[in-house]
């Protein structure tokens, strides 16, 4: 099972809200990231998770909060978003961080802020 | 300076015709990997291949065949007698040094026309 799941798939929020984005992984990967992704734009990274802790952190506003209850999961805290964080969010895993492991992706949430 | 370059934004080929995404990268690094993910209009990325600095054999699978030469720092990517599936966004990607990132390409979105 190559499978990234993420829920919700489409999301929209108003600004003052506070929603979580949900990512699952069942390969027994011990690296998960975040990113962000614009239109017609490359994936950019958020956020990395080591064996549950949190190895990199792109600069991203606080106004986005990670979290890794557990090896298998991984979730987004959406506090206080600006339209501009109007974009894809996806998640992925790999094996291990490092140079060689490719990352598997999940479908992504499609997030809009109003 | 772009470390990963996909000089074509995007390319429409009719169908049954073969078709080279290219790539370019720049690293100072003497270890380091090369990947290729699809994007399709669902928005998951699907893993395509992976290549390591020391290995520059060429790689087929199906249809689709990679070109590796350090020589010219590319990686291109061609889809024979390409199918109307094959439509979706390219990306070349980068993993070097110590960090556990992948950079991407800025993509070629592919159209296979009827």
């Known amino acids: 099972d190559t499978e990234v799941t993420q829920t919700p798939k489409h999301l929209v929020m108003g600004m003052t809200n506070k929603k979580s984005l949900k990512c699952e992984q069942h390969?027994?990967?011990?690296?998960m990231y975040w990113y962000k992704q614009k239109a017609k734009k490359p994936p950019e990274l958020m956020f990395v998770?080591?064996?549950?802790?949190?190895?990199i952190n792109e600069s991203v506003p606080s106004r986005f909060s990670p979290e890794c209850p557990n090896s298998s999961l991984l979730n987004l805290h959406l506090h206080a978003l600006q339209p501009e964080d109007s974009a894809l969010y996806l998640c992925?895993?790999?094996?291990?961080?490092?140079?060689?492991?490719?990352?598997?992706f999940g479908p992504g949430t499609r997030l809009t802020v109003t | 300076a772009q470390k990963v370059t996909q000089a074509q934004t995007e390319i429409s080929v009719v169908e049954k015709e073969d078709v080279t995404l290219d790539c370019v990268y720049e690293?100072?690094?003497?270890?380091?990997?090369l990947f290729w993910y699809k994007q399709p209009p669902s928005g998951e990325l699907v893993f395509l291949i992976r290549?390591?600095?020391?290995?520059?054999q060429n790689e087929i699978s199906g249809r689709y065949s990679w070109n590796f030469q350090k020589s010219t720092s590319s990686f291109n990517f061609t889809i024979t007698a390409s199918q109307v599936v094959d439509s979706a966004v390219y990306f070349c990607?980068?993993?070097?040094?110590?960090?556990?990132?992948?950079?991407f390409g800025k993509g070629t979105r592919l159209h296979i026309l009827p």
């Open positions: 990607a980068l993993s070097e040094g110590r960090d556990d990132k992948i950079i």
């Open positions: 690293t100072r690094d003497t270890t380091y990997y």
């Open positions: 390969m027994g990967h011990r690296a």
């Open positions: 992925a895993s790999s094996q291990d961080v490092g140079l060689r492991y490719e990352q598997y």
């Open positions: 290549r390591n600095s020391f290995d520059e």
């Open positions: 998770y080591s064996y549950e802790k949190l190895s």
